[in-house]
């Protein structure tokens, strides 16, 4: 997967929100369900 691939399925099916922020230090947190990743 390319990185562009990866940053537009973060997009659409990831769930991110900033957990913490301090001293312009940043941790994201991301929930990205394992179905994304099975193929049918």
Known sequence: MTRDD???LISVAGDVEISE????N???????????FTKR
């Open 6 to 8: 990866a940053f537009m």
């Open 21 to 24: 922020l301090v001293d312009r």
């Open 26 to 36: 940043k941790c994201v947190h991301v929930i990205l369900p394992t179905a994304v």
